[in-house]
Nanobody, 124 residues
Framework: QVQLVESGGGLVQPGGSLRLSCAPSGRTFSGYPMGWFRQAPGKEREFVAAITWNGGSTYYADSAKGRFTISRDNAKNTVYLQMNSLKPEDTAIYYC?????????????????WGQGTQVTVSS
């Protein structure tokens, strides 16, 4: 059974940092695009960042540009989301996603596998 397991969420003060990790089990996604999405209370899930299979290209939502960095270590079959200068509006459940397609998309429909999510709360 394929699972994506996120970790690294928690409570952080505004301006702080967190690094999320996503480690798939059951198969490797080293050769495929992966992404991060988030869902805030009362809102729909939205795209945050995505990365190509080799990390050569990355894509970000406007809200994440300049503050978040997506990266991957294919040797460890792990993808990361470094989040800096966090704001209260970044509070959400963050989901890791993976696709077995070739396209590094920004839409939920382009991803085949999802993690259970990790809670990120930004509050003083």
């Amino acid at each position: 059974q394929v699972q994506l397991v996120e970790s690294g969420g928690g409570l952080v003060q505004p301006g702080g940092s967190l690094r999320l990790s996503c480690a798939p089990s059951g198969r490797t996604f080293s050769g495929y695009p992966m992404g991060w999405f988030r869902q805030a209370p009362g809102k729909e899930r939205e795209f945050v960042a995505a990365i190509t299979w080799n990390g050569g290209s990355t894509y970000y939502a406007d809200s994440a540009k300049g503050r978040f960095t997506i990266s991957r270590d294919n040797a460890k079959n792990t993808v990361y989301l470094q989040m800096n200068s966090l704001k209260p509006e970044d509070t959400a459940i963050y989901y890791c996603s993976a696709t077995v397609g070739w396209r590094t998309g920004v839409a939920e429909s382009e991803y085949d596998y999802w993690g259970q999510g990790t809670q990120v709360t930004v509050s003083s």
